[in-house]
Structure formats: C-alpha cells, structure tokens
C-alpha cells in the first residue's frame, strides 16, 4: 500500500456477500479505543462475538513482542499488518462471530510527515468501521495525564487536523471498497449506544430488511377496515415534492455545523451515491448511517421538522391523492428512499397522514433499508401475494423508480420542470420502454415539457376524478354524478334546486374539505347524559365560508350545514370581506358554482392575501373548466401559491 496517508485506493469494492462481520473500531491515540474495547468484552461475554486489540495481537505474534516490531522497517511492519488482520478475518470466518478489532490508520508527529498504517487487506477484511470522534481538546488532555502510555506531546490543532484528515480518508476509503463507516460523537459514545450499533451490524442482512418491510407492508393492508383492491404507491422526492428532501435535509445539517470539512460542505448524498458503492445496497445502508451521525449531532426529529416545514407538494398529485383515498376500496402509501420521519411530518402538514402510510428510511435501526429493489419487491408482493382485484399504480420520476413502474400495473412517470428533473431519466425511460415498460406521463408544470416522444410515452392531460373512475374505479364517482343529475334537470327549479346545490355543498364539505383542513377532537353530549368523543372541522369555530353571490350562496348554505360553527359571508365584491372580517379567522373557505376563467376568484384570493398573507384558503365550486386548472394565470396561481386549494364536483 502507497505509504502517503492521503493516497485513496479507488478499487471497485469487493462483494461482502458471506463475509463474516468484522468491525473496526479507530479514532486518535488516547480518543479510548482500548477502553471501549473492554468495555465491550464485558459487555458481551457470549460466543457470538470477538474481541482483538490490534497492538497487542501483533505483539504476541511478532518475535520480541511489540517493542521489536516498532524497530522493524516499513516492508516488515506491513508484513506483519497483513498476517494479523488475515489471521482475524480468517477466526471470523471459522467462527462465524461478529469480530470487533481496535485499530489505527496513521501516525503522524506534530511537524513530520504522516505514516499510513492501515493494508489493502484490512480494507479486504473489514465490513463495518467506527471511528471514534472524540474532541480534539479532550484527547490531549487524555493524553496528558495518562500515566500508563508516555505519549508525546501535541498541538490541540495539530491533534483536530490528523483527525480530520483520518476521517475524511476512512470515508473515501470505506465508500471506495463497500465498507459502512459511521463517527461515534462523544454523546452517544456510550457503552449502551454503540452496543446496540453493534448488535445492528451482527443482525442485520438484506433479506432480513426484505421481510421486515414485507411485514410493515401486510399490517398496512390487513389493517383496512374494508380490504383495498386498488394500491397507488407513489415516490416522495421529485414525484410528491418539488425539491429532494433529502438535499434540503442536508442543507439545514450543514448551516448547523460549527466547522466546515469537506463531508459538511459537501452534500454527503450526493458524495455517497456518486463512488463507487453507486445506488448499491450496501450504498443505502450506508445513508442510513448518515442519517445515524446526523442524528446524533443535531435533534434528529428538529431537521426533520424544518425539512418538511418548506417543502413544496405538487398539487396535481395532492389533488389526485384526495381523489383516491376518498375511495373505501383505494390505499394509498408514500415509498421514499429517504427518512419516514420527514414525509410523515410532510403529510401531517397537508392533513393527509390519518390515511396515508408511509414506509421510509432514516437512522440505522429506526427505520428499513429502502432501495430501489425493494420497492419493487413490495409493488409485487400487493400484486402477487395480495391479489388486489383491480392495481396497483405507482408514479415516479426517475430511474430509481423503473424498476416498482415496471412491477406496477399500472406506471406513471411524473415530469416536473426541466431544471430541476432527472437528467438520466429519459435513456433509462427508454430503455425501460423498449423493454417492455407500458407507462404514462403528466406534466406537472406549465413550462415543463413531455420526455421522449408522446407517441411512445403517452401524456395523460389530468389526474382528475375522470381518471381517477378510469383508473382505479373510486365508487364515489357515483355520488358525484348523481348529484349533478339533480343539478343538471331541468325539471328541478327553485327550492328543490338550491336543495340540490346545498347536498352537493354538503357533500364536498364531509368527504374533501375535511381531507385538506383536517378534523379535531371534541367533547359531545352522548344520548344518555354524559360527555363523549365527537370531531369537528379543525378550527371550524375560526374558519369563514364565503358565498360568491349569487350563484355560490346555495352550496354554500350546505358547507355552512357540514361545518354549523363557521362564519359565513356574503360577498358580491371582493372589498365584500374586511379586515374585520378576517381579524382570528385561521382558513378561509370560498364557494361559487362555476368556474370559468377564474378571473373573479383569482381577485377574491388576490384581496384576501392582500389582508392576511398567510391565511389558508380552499375554493369550492361545483363545475371548474379543465383548462383552467391546466394553463394560463388560474393554474400558475394554484401552482405558486401556498395554502390554496381547490375542491370541486366536476371538470369539464
């Protein structure tokens, strides 16, 4: 091996399948390693796990014991490097013990030049390292006051630049030849915390992570109160979301950082995915641990919290996912690659988690492995093993998600703004497509424009209610549709037609406007005297509906009826509505009976935010012009405008 400590080899790492588990533990000369060691023996005092501290089996192995091998040349140094981590990996393999090892990288004396220590044959024995990154302050005063060691003397800077140094290697080196590497941060360098890493490492296989998600994936089914026939599985990143989030996830970590090394400034992902482990599972579990050394550097559950606070929904899939969760028969489950934790907040935000599972990764031993594989591996165990009557329908955006599209029966491929969209998707598509992939598209921004040939990738225009029947057969098409036959008779006039606007008014209110707005507990009078568990609207006593006069007024009289505790108004005008009006209100609901260009309600909405920039406002109608949602200045504010919804019976 190179002696220059910053030479990375570059080798395609070697498969770990079979291997035994042999994990490294390194870090600075006084960071504890012997004493984590020993604490670890006593810990586990069983057969199934090893215990070798790297110095003293070379000293009980080399002719005159440690104090000889310090005098011996490079080459036999090496040698005899190599014949000790050999004879471990090869007990480990004998005993079929997960085997923990104490070792160094280099050495390097304040002033001179540093001495790389480590042989390409530990990086052919080792699977898992952990680096111990204890302060650089603490260190030195460790070894100040070690009375057993005479350690020389060093820098508190020189001591912060070796261990940077040897980290930043480790990691190039780890990713380099398929090792998982984790720091272990002084708060959680506990005999607990890393034992329990440890015991992750010992159990955990990929087929292991496999049946575990098979397992979460069958309580999600099982528990529906009517048994799904239909699936629709959707991707997170860049198919539900406009931005990565795990991109933004990283970015929050980084402002945090209170030094700058080459893994902050560096999107850690991005570094990840792109050596040479590539989208591999082993790359996967090593995100997790990521996740792991973010989670212990930071609150976890606080990053989590800021990322999903300025994420960005595509409201064609929000839309779309409302549509076919209304349905009994319909399940709907978020797979993402990245932390459960973020999209559970994501979709709590939108009140949308109550029905929506979401299976997902995070720190190692919080959450599953999810790979690309894997979520195909689940697309096909709800097809084959589920035998769902009607499909599962997945939607994804990049080449990560090919392989759960061509699992899917039915696969649509989500096509966002060409800036920020995969670039590789369109060959893989491709490729995908020529062999055998039957899939569609929709364009989810009014700039984007449509992957490979329309002829050869179909564009479906809507995720509508229309699609929505076509596709997976919701059965409360048929309610829609009776109730704009009421509407739609020309023998029914007058009251009995402002009845009809009012049940539909009624009828959106119950099934999509508590789907955006959410429900909130509230005591009731039971029957028999005493107080019981009831829901309302969310902020229902804050919430004002806004009939649009005169052609809103009907349907919104039945909202009213849904939601008894709300204000309601009527406006010819948009300066109809005050400040006063407005004054504790927390959501804002506007009621017109068509659509058309959406001139009139787009200067509703424009005055409204013009009072309360921030106040959520959901717009209902009973007919809405389908080119309106598509195109022109209606659909971009829908699109850019935060906390605006639309909720209507009919596109046309």
Request: aromatic share 6%; with cysteine; proline share 4%.
């Amino acid at each position: 091996m190179d002696n220059d400590a910053t030479a990375v080899s570059t080798e395609a790492p070697a498969s770990n399948k079979k291997k035994p588990i042999v994990i490294g533990v390194y870090g600075l000369p006084g960071s504890g390693k012997s004493f984590l060691l020993e604490e670890l023996k006593y810990g586990y005092r069983h057969e199934q796990y090893g215990f070798y501290e790297g110095s003293e089996l070379i000293g009980s192995l080399v002719p005159g014991g440690l104090e000889a091998f310090k005098k011996l040349g490079k080459k036999k140094q090496d040698y005899w490097r190599k014949l000790v981590i050999d004879k471990i990996g090869q007990e480990a393999a004998e005993s079929g013990k997960t085997t923990i090892v104490s070792g160094h990288l280099m050495f390097w004396e304040e002033g001179e030049q540093s001495t790389a220590v480590y042989t390409q044959n530990d990086l052919h024995v080792y699977t898992h390292i952990l680096y111990l990154d204890v302060p650089a302050e603490l260190i030195a005063a460790r070894r100040r006051e070690d009375i057993r060691r005479c350690r020389p003397v060093v820098s508190i800077k020189h001591l912060q630049e070796w261990q940077d140094t040897e980290k930043r290697i480790l990691r190039q080196l780890c990713y380099s030849q398929g090792i998982l590497f984790l720091p272990i941060l002084p708060e959680v360098l506990t005999n607990i915390r890393v034992s329990m890493l440890i015991h992750d490492f010992h159990k955990h296989t990929e087929e292991g992570n496999l049946r575990r998600a098979e397992l979460q994936l069958d309580e999600i089914i099982l528990k529906k109160h009517i048994q799904p026939k239909t699936v629709v599985v959707i991707d997170g990143d860049r198919t539900l979301s406009v931005e990565d989030t795990g991109a933004l996830f990283w970015r929050f970590h980084r402002s945090l950082q209170h030094t700058i090394t080459e893994a902050t400034e560096n999107d850690p992902l991005k570094m990840l995915f792109s050596s040479p482990l590539g989208y591999s599972y082993a790359a996967f579990l090593q995100a997790s641990l990521l996740y792991e050394e973010a989670s212990a550097r930071e609150k976890f559950e606080d990053l989590c919290t800021q990322t999903a606070s300025v994420t960005t929904l595509y409201r064609t899939i929000v839309n779309f996912i409302r549509l076919a969760k209304g349905a009994a028969h319909v399940a709907v489950i978020v797979m993402t690659c990245g932390p459960q934790r973020i999209w559970e907040k994501i979709l709590d935000s939108q009140g949308l988690l109550d029905e929506i599972n979401v299976l997902g990764g995070g720190p190692i031993g919080s959450g599953l492995i999810v790979t690309p594989t894997l979520k195909a591996s689940l697309v096909a165990r709800l097809r084959d093993v589920h035998r769902l009557s009607v499909c599962v329908c997945a939607l994804g955006d990049s080449p990560l998600d090919l392989p759960m599209l061509k699992t899917a029966d039915r696969a649509i491929i989500v096509v966002g703004d060409e800036k920020i969209r995969s670039k590789s998707m369109d060959s893989a598509l491709s490729d995908a497509i020529d062999d055998g992939l039957q899939a569609h598209q929709i364009l989810l921004h009014v700039t984007a424009s449509p992957r490979l040939d329309t002829a050869k990738l179909p564009v479906i225009q809507s995720l509508d209610s229309d699609f929505v029947e076509r596709e997976i057969k919701t059965p409360n098409l048929h309610t829609a549709r009776l109730l704009m036959t009421l509407a739609r008779t020309a023998g029914i006039k007058g009251h009995s037609l402002r009845q009809a606007y009012a049940r539909i008014g009624w009828y959106l209110a119950v099934h999509y406007l508590t789907e955006i707005l959410g429900l909130q507990r509230e005591p009731i009078p039971h029957v028999h005297g005493h107080l019981t568990e009831g829901y309302i609207l969310r902020d229902e006593g804050d919430t004002l509906i806004v009939a649009l006069m005169r052609g809103g007024e009907p349907m919104a009289v039945g909202i009213s009826e849904a939601f008894p505790l709300a204000a309601f108004l009527h406006a010819f005008r948009p300066d109809n509505i005050t400040k006063d009006h407005l004054t504790q209100r927390r959501q804002v609901v506007l009621v017109d009976s068509m659509i058309n260009s959406g001139k009139t309600i787009m200067e509703f909405v424009q005055h409204i935010r013009e009072i309360n920039g921030a106040i959520p406002i959901v717009i209902v109608a009973v007919v809405v012009q389908y080119a309106t949602t598509s195109k022109g200045a209606f659909a971009q504010m829908l699109a850019s405008r935060p906390r605006l919804s639309l909720v209507a019976l009919r596109l046309c």
